[in-house]
């Protein structure tokens, strides 16, 4: 999987936008890009995934730069339970159920 | 909605000792891994599981690991004899195999392995 950067840590205000941002300037073309998350005592969920065009679901939007080598995740309105650890990472569609590789991922810290 | 739970929640054990940490999966899933976490840093994988045997493994899963499916529901991490540097979070994961693009993973909440 292709390295990605993401900044150590970041703080918010309760209800305020949050914009976390990922580099990955060595993606491929076929490279898919995930967001995880991992809450205080827990496992790591999945928050959302993308490939070229801007993706939302219920929890977050993916917003994918047009040359691709960089991403951010934005949580619209941050709540004290998005308080997490945040890991971007590049997939390869192919091998679909290959292991995820985790980074140090981005300590998110919201303040009420 | 359906989860992946492990158990126990936590385990101490002597060095030398075997341990073994229990998983079951979602129900419907085809794909499983283990992972772990040691205190304060990443989530390493381990090894991933489908049709009854190894995928693929890491080089930390060596000669004292082993996993198995031993019915259709449980998925088990055997460490036949631990280590103090064992001592970690060891998560269990599970997907779909849908043979597309993506295969989100669900993960358990944890096995808090403590080696003394």
């Known amino acids: 999987d292709a390295k990605t950067t993401q900044p150590n840590s970041m703080e918010s205000n309760e209800e305020e936008p949050v914009h976390l941002p990922c580099n990955h300037s060595?993606?491929?073309?076929?490279?898919?890009i995930h967001w995880y998350r991992q809450l205080p005592s827990q496992g790591p969920e999945y928050v959302i995934h993308?490939?070229?065009s801007n993706v939302n679901n219920r929890m977050a939007s993916l917003a994918i730069a047009e040359d691709r080598k960089s991403s951010t995740l934005i949580l619209h309105r941050a709540t004290l339970r998005d308080a997490a650890v945040y890991y971007c990472?590049?997939?390869?569609?192919?091998?679909?159920?290959?292991?995820?590789?985790f980074g140090k991922g981005t300590r998110l810290s919201v303040i009420a | 909605e359906p989860e992946v739970t492990q158990t126990p929640s936590h385990q101490v054990t002597q060095m030398g000792q075997e341990v073994i940490l229990h998983c079951v999966p979602i129900?419907?899933?085809?794909?499983f891994y283990w992972y772990r976490q040691i205190l304060g840093q990443k989530v390493e994988f381990l090894v991933s599981f489908y049709n009854n045997e190894i995928s693929e493994k890491s080089e930390i899963f060596d000669d004292q690991f082993s996993v198995e499916r031993p019915d259709g529901s449980n998925f088990t991490l055997k460490i036949r004899s631990t280590k103090l540097e064992d001592s970690a979070m060891y998560f269990c994961a599970s997907s779909e195999d849908h043979g597309s693009s993506y295969n989100e993973q669900f993960f358990g909440p944890g096995t808090r392995l403590t080696v003394l």
């Open positions: 060595t993606i491929s073309g076929t490279d898919y």
């Open positions: 990472i590049l997939r390869d569609p192919i091998s679909g159920n290959t292991p995820l590789v």
């Open positions: 993308g490939l070229t």
């Open positions: 129900s419907n899933h085809l794909y």
